[in-house]
Nanobody, 126 residues
Framework: QLQFVESGGGLVQPGGSLRLSCVASALRLDLYAIGWFRQTPGKEREGVLC????????YKLDSGKGRFTISRDNSKNTVYLQMNSLEPEDTAVYYCAADSGISGRCSDVLDYYKYWGQGTQVTVSS
């Protein structure tokens, strides 16, 4: 049974760091483009950062440039989102998603992604 799980969220002070993990069972993540998204109440889900199947990072959030990075550990079938210099505006539920595995590219369209996790809460507050 496919499971797609994010973890690593929590409460952090402004300026702090978190590393989110996206793990899948029954799905080899190295064969898929993996995107990280976030959503706050009352707002649309927005793209944060994506990695193509060839490990090319694609930034979806200008404010994430220089602060967020994405990486894979294929031995653990895991994709990470490293977030540094966190700001209160980064508070959201963060989701990872995988494409269909056909193109391996990133997209701005949410429906393009076939598999979604349940999300992990990130709260940046003093």
């Amino acid at each position: 049974q496919l499971q797609f799980v994010e973890s690593g969220g929590g409460l952090v002070q402004p300026g702090g760091s978190l590393r989110l993990s996206c793990v899948a069972s029954a799905l080899r993540l190295d064969l898929y483009a993996i995107g990280w998204f976030r959503q706050t109440p009352g707002k649309e889900r927005e793209g944060v950062l994506c990695t193509t199947v060839t490990d090319e990072p694609v930034y979806k959030l200008d404010s994430g440039k220089g602060r967020f990075t994405i990486s894979r550990d294929n031995s653990k079938n895991t994709v990470y989102l490293q977030m540094n210099s966190l700001e209160p505006e980064d508070t959201a539920v963060y989701y990872c998603a995988a494409d269909s595995g056909i193109s391996g590219r990133c997209s701005d369209v949410l429906d393009y992604y076939k598999y979604w996790g349940q999300g992990t809460q990130v709260t940046v507050s003093s």
